[in-house]
């Protein structure tokens, strides 16, 4: 067992040339104003907007409910500048009270949306407001939305990371298993959802790396990478770190939202067999999700936002592996092993996501996150490899064959050296020209749930923020007959071999798919003739737990420029529990003894 205590306190205080920008002149009469700003179109909030004073240097920026807050103002007229990127900025005049709170809200449009009006409130203004917070970011920050490279069919967030600048996918077969940020290696970057550590059960490994399979995409509004570390970040962020940003459904001034896709994945190719629900029909997956976003409550202060994905991913496909002589002088390079491979993979990734969001009053909102994910990989590959054991150099001449004129063996090893490059012949030898197999079935699944309660206050030029989070990850590797998570056939690599084989492998027709003919030895298409028949199970599990509090204090200054005080603190508890039994079986034949004449798989 792995387990780990971390206790952070950070601070960042952004100051900007104090003095020089300080606001001018103290009147004595002061006001202020606040408000939204939303989008009319779409009824969304606008996170990032700028809120100016014309004619002066005073802004602010809005928050993620679209909030503003311009303190110590003049008693009097004045102008708002409101500005948001795509769309046309809007001057708001609004009279300054002494003593007063004065609520303005503002509703931005756009003439493009007369073109646009059923698609601009996906990807157009995703993009428009990730460009946003990344331009008001005070360090090296990327966002994304989640709408920003259309429907990312099966979920997986890797899928999505990878086209952004600065990071590059690990995949795993086809998927996005993990990605480096800068280069940096994926172990050293840290992945959080809104703001706290997810866990990750990393394959049932000891590795710190976050494995985005056993994550979806479904939840999530936005995407927030920091390349540079912060103060205020983990320490588990060296390299990056990637924050996902859950959707709320106080993103938007109300009304319900429901959405959804249907269709389904196929890939030609070999299937294997596998659960109907997950191939209703042989080679057809289904795939499906939706998103449901309303705000209730008599005083339209209840927030809910559910989402649902399936997506079943059926692959299958074949191969073949050659491995050639390494040699330094001149000459052709022989064929030492040449295999062929088929290999069926259904991958399935299940997730559902609640958050409530709960407006206490106007300056205080309670927030509950819950988010359940779940991966299956159900494995079946056979495996035939055709291979001589030892390279054939001058420093080994029993392996090279004298052959005569004809190009028949004479005397010496089992290799012809005088074909060409495009033919390697390959003499019987009963221990070192070998004809092996092997058959596969693994199951590998995983799971990772999320609580989070949260608390955020808005006061007069201040935000408090705090926590708390719960998050368990497990991974499982089900090929034992005993103890299976899943009801199936029992799971494991079946591996055996035959000796004295002769074989041509031929490579005149096509360079990396080669005809091979036998010609001495035992049939290779009769199972009764192979020998050291060995059954591998390797029944492992990983389980991952992270508990974690968090407390965040934000002061705005009132200078000129936006500026702020920052500090707080995060408490973390981390734990890693590996489970593995494995077991290998060999098949001694009616004696019971191993090694006899009747060890054969007939």
């Given at each position: 067992m792995i387990s780990q205590l971390i206790v952070r306190r950070g601070w960042t205080f952004?100051?900007?040339?104090?003095?020089?920008?300080?606001?001018?002149?103290?009147?004595?009469?002061?006001?202020?104003?606040s408000g939204r700003v939303s989008n009319s179109a779409t009824r969304s909030y606008l996170e990032g907007a700028t809120v100016a004073i014309g004619g002066t240097n005073r802004t602010a920026i809005t928050d993620r409910e679209?909030?503003?807050?311009?303190?110590?103002?003049?008693a009097g007229p004045?102008?708002?500048?409101?500005?948001?990127?795509?769309?046309?900025?809007?001057?708001?005049?609004?009279?300054?009270?002494?003593?007063?709170?004065?609520?303005?809200?503002?509703?931005?449009?756009?003439?493009?949306?007369k073109l646009e009006k059923f698609t601009v409130a996906g990807q157009r203004e995703g993009t428009a407001k990730a460009e946003t917070l990344q331009r008001i970011a005070p360090n090296v920050k990327a966002v994304?939305?989640?709408?920003?490279?259309?429907?990312?069919?099966?979920?997986?967030?890797?899928?999505?990371?990878?086209?952004?600048a600065g990071l590059t996918g690990d995949y795993n077969g086809p998927e996005v298993r993990q990605v480096s940020i800068r280069g940096v290696s994926?172990?050293?970057?840290?992945?959080?959802?809104?703001?706290?550590?997810?866990?990750?059960?990393?394959?049932?490994?000891t590795g710190r790396q976050f494995e985005f399979e056993q994550a979806s995409l479904g939840n999530i509004e936005t995407i927030e990478v920091t390349k540079a570390p912060t103060p205020d970040m983990d320490g588990a962020s060296i390299g990056g770190s990637v924050n996902l940003v859950t959707k709320s459904a106080f993103d938007r001034s109300g009304g319900r939202v429901f959405t959804f896709g249907a269709g389904f994945a196929t890939q030609t190719g070999w299937q294997g067999d596998t659960d109907k629900w997950k191939q209703p029909i042989k080679g057809y997956g289904p795939s499906f999700n939706f998103s449901y976003q309303d705000v209730l409550g008599e005083k339209r202060n209840i927030g809910i936002t559910v989402t649902g994905l399936l997506h079943s991913a059926p692959q299958g496909n074949a191969n073949i592996n050659n491995s050639y002589e390494r040699k330094a002088a001149a000459g052709p390079a022989f064929n030492y092993s040449t295999g062929r491979r088929m290999l069926s993979n259904t991958r399935t990734r299940v997730a559902a996501g609640v958050k409530l969001d709960y407006r206490w009053s106007d300056e205080t909102t309670v927030s509950f996150n819950t988010s359940w994910n779940y991966?299956?990989?159900?494995?079946?590959?056979?495996?035939?490899?055709?291979?001589?054991?030892?390279?054939?150099?001058?420093?080994?001449?029993?392996?090279?064959?004298?052959?005569?004129?004809?190009?028949?063996?004479t005397g010496g090893g089992y290799i012809n050296p005088n074909y060409t490059s495009q033919l390697t012949r390959v003499?019987?030898?009963?221990?070192?020209?070998?004809?092996?197999?092997?058959?596969?079935?693994?199951?590998?699944?995983?799971?990772?749930?999320?609580?989070?309660?949260?608390v955020k206050h808005r006061l007069d030029g201040m935000t408090i923020n705090y926590s708390l989070s719960y998050s368990d990850s497990a991974t499982y590797y089900d090929p034992a007959q005993t103890r299976s998570k899943y009801v199936s056939r029992p799971k494991g690599v079946v591996t055996y071999q035959m000796g004295g084989v002769?074989?041509?492998?031929?490579?005149?027709?096509?360079?990396?798919?080669?005809?091979?003919?036998?010609?001495?030895?035992?049939?290779?298409?009769?199972?009764?003739?192979?020998?050291?028949?060995?059954?591998?199970?390797?029944?492992?599990?990983?389980?991952?737990?992270?508990?974690?509090?968090?407390?965040?204090?934000?002061?705005?200054?009132?200078?000129?420029?936006?500026?702020?005080?920052?500090?707080?603190?995060?408490?973390?508890?981390?734990k890693r529990h590996l489970w593995r039994d494995p077991h290998r079986y060999n098949y001694t034949g009616p004696d019971g003894i191993l090694g006899t004449a009747d060890d054969n798989t007939g």
């Open positions: 952004l100051l900007a040339c104090l003095l020089p920008f300080l606001a001018h002149g103290q009147a004595a009469d002061r006001g202020a104003i679209g909030r503003y807050q311009l303190n110590e103002l003049p004045v102008v708002l500048v409101v500005t948001f990127a795509g769309l046309d900025p809007q001057n708001v005049p609004v009279t300054a009270k002494s003593g007063q709170m004065v609520t303005r809200d503002v509703e931005l449009t756009a003439e493009i949306y994304v939305s989640s709408d920003t490279f259309g429907n990312v069919a099966d979920g997986n967030i890797g899928d999505l990371l990878q086209h952004m994926s172990a050293l970057n840290s992945v959080t959802m809104d703001g706290q550590q997810v866990a990750s059960a990393q394959s049932a490994g991966f299956h990989e159900d494995s079946d590959s056979r495996t035939h490899t055709l291979s001589t054991v030892g390279v054939a150099t001058a420093a080994t001449p029993q392996l090279l064959a004298t052959v005569d004129v004809n190009g028949n063996r003499y019987a030898h009963p221990t070192l020209s070998l004809s092996s197999g092997s058959v596969g079935a693994t199951d590998k699944s995983g799971r990772t749930y999320l609580f989070s309660p949260s002769g074989y041509i492998v031929d490579r005149t027709q096509h360079q990396y798919y080669p005809v091979i003919t036998q010609t001495e030895g035992p049939n290779l298409y009769d199972l009764n003739n192979y020998r050291a028949l060995l059954l591998t199970q390797t029944d492992q599990r990983g389980y991952d737990k992270v508990l974690a509090g968090k407390f965040d204090f934000k002061k705005d200054l009132p200078l000129s420029l936006p500026t702020y005080f920052k500090t707080g603190f995060t408490a973390q508890q981390q």
